[in-house]
């Protein structure tokens, strides 16, 4: 209890006022690479908060107590915000990569029910300038699952107009396979702790080219996330994308920046 009030104080005072003296917010980001061709093919944006002293707050706590409260809706305005402004400004730095690079955001479940989310996603692509298509937002399989059909018909309409949607923490959830086979999703995003065995788990090999090939199958895009070591890149199968510390090019940017 003491944890999450004290997030919610340092969150608070972080989209309020944020600064050296204030906790302070910001967003870490990790790209994802194709390893077929060595492209980045884009970044996820991870939200982080810091305490008045400097000390970090699980972000699994501060997300909880967001979701919980009238914070979510802030929190998630202000990261889609800052996200795809950074993503403007490294294709700005960077014009070789050209503008195929996406921004993938996390989305939680309040935010996907919010009557007016596809209004709100568009105005932020609108305000930087960016394409549906330059956006991806990722949903947890539980988010998914337990959607209603309004929440399913929001997300179809945007998936319409080119914004990619993507199952997060694949393989946490309860889904079966024909609900991942009529799902609004181009993309499923294999939880870390499938990777955590590579390279020296059989079982949890063959489970990983197991399920490569059935999004291959149902024509989806398939991202390992977790890949913080070589010897788990070597292993990983053909036609997927990977995402993790081993791959380089993370950056950090302030809230306010």
Known sequence: ILERATAERALHAALDQ?????????VSYQPVIDLDSGRLAGFEALPRLTDSAGEPILHEVFTYVAEHTALIGPLG???LDIALNALVDW???HPEHGTTTTMG???????????DMPALVRAALDRHGLRPSDLVL?????????????TL????????????IAINDFGTGHSTLSQLATLPVDAIKI???????LPDDNTS?????AVAGLAADLGLACIFAGIDRNEQLAVLPTGVLAQGAVLGCSWTTPIDD
Request: aromatic content about 2%; proline content about 3%; glycine content about 10%.
């Open 18 to 26: 944020g600064g050296p003296d204030h906790p302070q917010l910001t």
């Open 77 to 79: 305005e202000t990261v």
């Open 91 to 93: 294709r700005a730095e």
């Open 105 to 115: 955001v996390n989305f939680s479940a309040r935010q996907a029910q919010q009557a």
């Open 138 to 150: 990722e949903l947890t399989e539980l988010v998914l699952i337990e959607a209603g059909s309004s």
């Open 153 to 164: 018909r929001q997300l179809t309409e945007l998936r319409a107009s080119g914004v990619g």
């Open 191 to 197: 939880d870390r702790s499938l990777a955590e065995g």
């Open 205 to 209: 090999a063959k489970i990983v080219r």
